[in-house]
């Protein structure tokens, strides 16, 4: 089974940016869906982007679009997330997931995704 290791967060002003990484212990392209999910405290884990590594056709949540940019790198086993624009309400824990098959209708949903990385903390303050 796949394992993933998310790295790139870390302490930001708002209006900052941050690239994460998921490096993968295979290869994910056309194999996994992949997605990121973020959870803050006291909150539930919700999907802020994903792609389907076939295709490349990539999917936001609203409160993301035209910051965020999720996209796989060509060879085929690191996913990343760019994070512009920041603010103190993306201050979150971020998980890197992988699944299988086509999840295009329920990809914001934690529980279609197998394998999760340990996450990575990125706050956003002044």
């Known amino acids: 089974q796949v394992q993933l290791v998310e790295s790139g967060g870390g302490s930001v002003q708002p209006g900052g940016s941050l690239r994460l990484s998921c490096t993968a212990s295979?290869?994910?392209?056309?194999?996994?869906?992949m997605a990121w999910f973020r959870q803050a405290p006291g909150k539930e884990r919700e999907g802020v982007a994903s792609?389907?590594?076939?295709?490349?056709?990539?999917y936001y949540i609203g409160a993301v679009r035209g910051r965020f940019t999720i996209a796989q790198d060509n060879a085929g086993n690191t996913l990343y997330l760019q994070m512009n624009s920041l603010k103190p309400d993306d201050t979150a824990m971020y998980y890197c997931?992988?699944?299988?098959?086509?999840?295009?209708?329920?990809?914001?949903?934690?529980?279609?995704?197998?394998?999760w990385g340990q996450g990575t903390q990125v706050t956003v303050s002044s």
């Open positions: 997931a992988a699944g299988a098959g086509w999840l295009g209708q329920s990809w914001w949903e934690p529980d279609v995704f197998n394998y």
């Open positions: 295979e290869y994910i392209k056309k194999r996994y869906w």
């Open positions: 792609i389907n590594t076939n295709t490349g056709s990539t």
